[in-house]
């Protein structure tokens, strides 16, 4: 085995353990928070607290509390701000993406079956995709939309859509799972790095000045937040899905994956009402059944 081939094998180990390692971390801290939003008493009369709840972990109970205003200043210097698992996670996923992909190309990501192209051009592709994807979701953030959930979600569905059809139509079926999860992964990633870790820094740097800050900051950031946590299921579903064959193979797969979207994002819907004590089982129940009739659709229509 040549000195290159080695090195690269093991900088494959090391960022696949590193990447499902940080990503674990990142859900992990999306799930907590959220929960904790939806679940602390808000039913408190006061001008300095939002929400308070109580926790135990390892035989100790724990008091949180969510504050309207900033803490004292002593405190602003000891925050703990989550994020650098946001960005070894994307920064491991990138790596691995030039290390095992980019650099094998013309084997893992050109099928001549699909669409005859460079290897070149299929990087250029996949570069493409991230950043256009990025700028049309950010667009749609920043714009009127956003202040409509419904018709913002129909709008996401739409491009998730169009952006799986036309993936499966310029890389081989494998590749083309995995960019739609680049693409969700990385506007994630983009979430936290350009709108929630400036907005918070800002909102530190106003409180440390004795300054009010600016709560549409809270609001924008806890935005981006949500739509991180909604798109979980779905990411870690593509993560596995070099496991999926029979379902990556498939004639339609592109519409198999906006499905499992739909689905996970309702499975996680409930869980997000459940944290808030609103008991909304007949979104898991219809998440449910549906990923059962998805399975005897497929299996009718194999191919």
């Known amino acids: 085995?040549?000195?290159?081939?080695?090195?690269?094998?093991?900088?494959?180990?090391?960022?696949?353990?590193g990447h499902v390692l940080f990503a674990i971390?990142?859900?992990?801290?999306s799930f907590l928070f959220n929960y904790l939003d939806?679940?602390?008493?808000?039913?408190?009369?006061?001008?300095?607290?939002?929400?308070?709840?109580?926790?135990?972990?390892?035989?100790?109970?724990?008091?949180?509390?969510r504050l309207k205003k900033s803490p004292q200043s002593t405190y602003?210097?000891?925050l703990v701000i989550f994020k650098w698992q946001s960005y070894l996670t994307f920064v491991t996923g990138i790596l691995l993406l030039f290390v095992i992909y980019y650099y094998n190309a013309g084997v893992l990501m050109v099928d001549k079956r699909v669409l005859v192209i460079s290897p070149t051009?299929?990087?250029?592709?996949?570069?493409?995709?991230?950043?256009?994807?990025w700028f049309i979701y950010d667009y749609l953030c920043k714009s009127k939309l956003i202040k409509n959930d419904t018709l913002f979600l129909l709008v996401i569905l739409f491009l998730l859509t169009i952006l799986s059809f036309c993936l499966t139509k310029i890389f081989g079926p494998k590749f083309a799972f995995l960019s739609v999860g680049l693409v969700i992964g990385s506007n994630m990633f983009a979430n936290v790095f350009t709108v929630i870790i400036p907005n918070q820094m800002n909102i530190i740097n106003s409180s440390k000045k004795s300054q009010k800050f600016d709560m549409s900051l809270s609001?924008?950031?806890?935005?981006?937040?949500?739509?991180?946590?909604?798109?979980?299921f779905l990411v870690l579903f593509i993560m596995l899905s070099g496991?999926?064959?029979?379902?990556?193979?498939?004639?339609?797969?592109?519409?198999?994956?906006?499905?499992?979207?739909?689905?996970?994002?309702?499975a996680r819907h409930y869980f997000n009402l459940r944290g808030r004590n609103i008991h909304k089982i007949s979104f898991l129940y219809i998440s449910i059944i549906a990923l059962i009739i998805l399975a005897g659709i497929i299996f009718i229509f194999k191919t």
Do not use: C
């Open 1 to 17: 085995m040549e000195i290159l081939t080695y090195i690269l094998k093991w900088s494959e180990v090391i960022l696949r353990w």
């Open 25 to 29: 971390l990142w859900v992990g801290n």
């Open 38 to 65: 939806n679940k602390l008493n808000k039913e408190i009369k006061s001008e300095d607290i939002d929400g308070e709840g109580y926790l135990m972990h390892s035989g100790f109970f724990y008091k949180l509390t």
């Open 76 to 78: 602003l210097n000891q």
């Open 121 to 133: 051009t299929a990087v250029l592709y996949s570069v493409s995709s991230m950043i256009l994807s």
């Open 219 to 232: 609001l924008a950031a806890k935005k981006r937040s949500i739509h991180n946590n909604y798109s979980t």
């Open 243 to 266: 496991h999926f064959s029979f379902l990556v193979y498939h004639k339609y797969n592109w519409a198999i994956l906006v499905l499992i979207g739909i689905i996970s994002g309702l």
